[in-house]
């Protein structure tokens, strides 16, 4: 019942995460508002897991509230699910799937707290030539600044260090192709990733929330790129 109470406030920092920036201030994505044609800071991955956890509330509630000839008189959100089933707490119990109900709602919670809390990917860049501090660069964006002079760096001209910090990593084949070109100066779409996925020619995985992920190196290595140590 823990997890339950701890639901509406991981939904409401899923939907800061979703709608605003994440904790470093960061959009991880934009989307067009139809209406103005504004674009608006948006976290796809956010909305897909505060998906799960509404739908995976949902059709419990709903499971119990059949079992046990109820109504589910709460809002179709996550909190008002999770309410709902806190409030029918001994219905819960009378079903005899209470113990699965209670492993998918910890998973679904714990995918959501571990989105709401996900550092952004970033990978080394670099020293200031300024002021010597250490930049980090997220992977995707054209610029970093230094977070202590503020002096600003075109990321293609850091790639040498961010193509070093970024070969341990795991992409999925979006990340992958919108961060990679720059670096290694040669084209590289979604969809030749996921041709070399599917032939088996470079290692993947799929993370727990669900995300088919691409190592870096497997990529580099297959496409035979001279790696910074040697290029520079
Ligand atoms: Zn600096």
């Not at 079992?67 to 709902?84: F, I, K, P, Y």
């Not at 209470?98 to 995918?111: C, L, N, Q, S």
């Amino acid at each position: 019942m823990a997890e339950l109470r701890a639901v509406p406030g991981l939904a409401d920092d899923l939907d800061v995460t979703l709608s605003r920036r994440d904790r470093r201030g960061d959009p991880v994505g934009y989307v067009r508002r139809s209406t103005t044609g504004a674009l608006l800071p948006y976290n796809p991955r956010a909305a897909h897991v505060a998906e799960t956890l509404v739908n995976t509330l949902s059709s419990w509630a709903h499971l119990v509230a059949e079992r046990r000839g109820l109504d589910v008189d709460a809002d179709r959100t996550a909190a008002g699910m999770a309410r709902w089933l806190a409030a029918h707490r001994d219905d819960v119990r009378q079903c005899e799937d209470a113990a699965a109900m209670f492993d998918e709602i910890t998973y679904a919670t714990g995918i959501a707290r571990r989105c709401v809390d996900a550092p952004a990917e970033r990978a080394y860049a670099g020293p200031c030539d300024e002021c010597g501090a250490d930049l980090y660069a997220r992977l995707e964006s054209l610029d970093v600044r230094c977070v202590r002079c503020a002096t600003v760096y075109n990321v293609n001209d850091r790639r040498k260090w961010l193509l070093d910090a970024a070969m341990d990593m795991w992409l999925t084949p979006a990340q992958m192709a919108r961060a990679l070109p720059g670096l290694i100066s040669r084209p590289l779409t979604t969809a030749m990733i996921q041709g070399y996925v599917r032939r088996g020619r470079v290692e993947s995985r799929v993370d727990t929330d669900g995300h088919r992920r691409v190592s870096v190196r497997a990529i580099v290595e297959l496409l035979q790129i001279v790696t910074p140590e040697h290029h520079f």
